[in-house]
């Protein structure tokens, strides 16, 4: 496993985590604004790690 998709993976579940609780409720002072940035983080890391994963070493 790569340092790229390692980056990813966790990106993807601190994302997913925050959206999970604020939607329960118990983060509900976290702006949408942050749940953006971490979504766009997690397509950005992705289409990196795909990408990287592509090229021929």
Do not use: C, D, E, Y
């Given at each position: 496993?790569?340092?790229?998709?390692?980056?990813?993976?966790?990106?993807?579940?601190v994302?997913?985590?925050?959206?999970?609780?604020?939607?329960?409720?118990?983060?509900t002072?976290?702006?949408?604004?942050?749940?953006?940035?971490?979504?766009f983080?997690?397509?950005?890391?992705?289409?990196?790690?795909?990408?990287?994963?592509?090229?021929?070493?």
């Open positions: 496993m790569t340092i790229v998709f390692r980056t990813f993976l966790g990106v993807l579940l994302t997913l985590v925050l959206w999970i609780l604020r939607g329960v409720g118990l983060l002072f976290i702006q949408g604004g942050v749940l953006w940035l971490g979504i983080l997690s397509i950005a890391m992705g289409i990196l790690t795909a990408w990287q994963n592509s090229k021929r070493w």
